[in-house]
């Protein structure tokens, strides 16, 4: 049973908060004037919030580190069109008192029913290469317990437990639907490279607490890990065609879709140009929903600033 009395998405300017949240943030910063202060990055399973201690910064930042949930007293202030806390004092928290799931943002949607459905796909898959394949991916245990848990990236977007089975089904639903639209498209193939783009993600990021990337993340890449992945699947079923499995290669390594945005290759065929499309489409559409969902002023019929988009989106009417 949840500890917490009030989360991140429930905070009013003026309130006064003593409450428990999980630091993904954590920097000294240099003021203007000279002096220290303590920036941070606190979340709770509805959302984040920036906190700021201007007072005694360097020695409460010695008692926690990043990725700690620790006990905040604080009062919510105005700032820029978000909420954002002026935090007093900052004590860890007793880890018996800790309920993970209220600190770690989930998908939802039922993810065993999000597997399934997903797994079902692979009985309309008519090559059998290709349906080994999938198979052999889909019921490995260990395989199948990191694709249930994965978070499909940091903070872009499908940014919690479950949102690599979320976007990755997502994406596969959207290709079906296309797959009979243009004539001469390899449907196998288009369904496969939609199930499997993403697969490396599994080894990119942490699905344990804060979502970080692991080394191999940060030094090799959800493209080149999963690549690496479907390459020892695929050499463990006999007379696999190499003219495929390239097609599929192909595919995998261009959905990013331009090299600056880190696809060794561009997308050269039909069904590698669908699956960067629709993969690119389905994970904007979610960072928008999740901008909308997450803004905290209901006076205003725009979001805050987005960076990473560049621009305030519109929630529609106050």
């Not at 993904?24 to 201690?53: A, P």
Request: charged share 25%.
């Amino acid at each position: 049973m949840s500890s917490k009395a009030i989360y991140i998405r429930d905070i009013q300017p003026a309130n006064r908060i003593e409450e428990t949240f999980l630091v993904t943030e954590k920097n000294l910063v240099l003021s203007q004037k000279g002096s220290l202060y303590l920036s941070l990055r606190l979340r709770d399973k509805t959302g984040e919030s920036e906190g700021r201690v201007w007072d005694r910064a360097a020695e409460i930042s010695r008692l926690f580190q990043k990725g700690d949930v620790v006990l905040v007293r604080s009062r919510a202030v105005r700032y820029r069109e978000s909420t954002q806390l002026t935090i007093t004092d900052i004590e860890t928290a007793d880890p018996a008192d800790i309920e993970m799931a209220d600190y770690v943002s989930a998908s939802r949607w039922n993810v065993e029913e999000m597997f399934q459905a997903l797994a079902g796909f692979t009985a309309g898959v008519e090559n059998p290469f290709l349906k080994k394949l999938l198979d052999s991916i889909l019921n490995d245990d260990e395989l199948a317990a990191l694709i249930r848990k994965a978070p499909a990236a940091k903070g872009m977007h499908h940014f919690y437990m479950g949102g690599l089975l979320e976007h990755t089904l997502s994406v596969t639903r959207i290709l079906d639907h296309l797959s009979g639209h243009y004539d001469g498209v390899n449907r196998d193939l288009l369904i496969t490279g939609g199930m499997l783009h993403d697969i490396g993600k599994i080894y990119e990021l942490s699905s344990e607490g804060m979502i970080e990337y692991t080394d191999e993340g940060r030094l090799i890449g959800h493209i080149v890990l999963g690549l690496e992945l479907v390459n020892r699947k695929i050499s463990l079923i006999p007379d696999f065609p190499e003219q495929l499995a390239m097609e599929l290669r192909h595919v995998l390594i261009s959905h990013h879709g331009a090299v600056e945005y880190g696809s060794p290759k561009r997308p050269k065929t039909v069904e590698a140009l669908m699956v960067y499309f629709v993969d690119d489409l389905d994970a904007k559409v979610n960072a928008f929903q999740e901008s909308i969902s997450g803004a905290s002023d209901e006076e205003s019929s725009w979001t805050p600033y987005h960076r990473l988009f560049d621009r305030y989106i519109y929630k529609g009417p106050k």
